[in-house]
């Protein structure tokens, strides 16, 4: 059984830096694409990204590119999302995903290709 535990949320101003991180125990962590959602009040969860197993190819959303980072550090079993020119809309519930269901390698964006999920770290971003 993977559990997956987030942490680096908190509050932050409009144009400021927080770093996610997620760790993972009990699975083959080294092997599985690893991913981060969010939540937001009222919304449905959504894609923010994604990173394969060798940490050589990562996905993002639009609405994060540029600004955000995905990365992952095999040998401590973590995925970590740096999130930078952090804005109000950021605001939402984190959560880390792991392992790809079969049939989803390429759809690393759905919800309901992963596995396992976190209980997910609050972040909020002030105006």
């Known amino acids: 059984q993977v559990q997956l535990v987030e942490s680096g949320g908190g509050l932050v101003q409009a144009g400021g830096s927080l770093r996610l991180s997620c760790a993972a125990s009990?699975?083959?962590?080294?092997?599985?694409?690893m991913g981060w959602f969010r939540q937001a009040p009222g919304k449905e969860r959504e894609f923010v990204a994604a990173i394969r197993s060798s940490g050589g190819t990562t996905y993002y959303a639009d609405s994060v590119k540029g600004r955000f980072t995905i990365s992952r550090d095999n040998t401590k079993n973590a995925v970590y999302l740096q999130m930078n020119s952090l804005k109000p809309e950021d605001t939402a519930v984190y959560y880390c995903?792991?392992?790809?269901?079969?049939?989803?390698?390429?759809?690393?964006?759905?919800?309901?290709?992963?596995?396992?999920w976190g209980q997910g770290t609050q972040v909020t971003v002030s105006s």
């Open positions: 009990g699975g083959t962590f080294s092997r599985d694409t």
């Open positions: 995903a792991a392992q790809l269901r079969a049939g989803f390698y390429t759809n690393y964006r759905a919800t309901s290709g992963y596995r396992y």
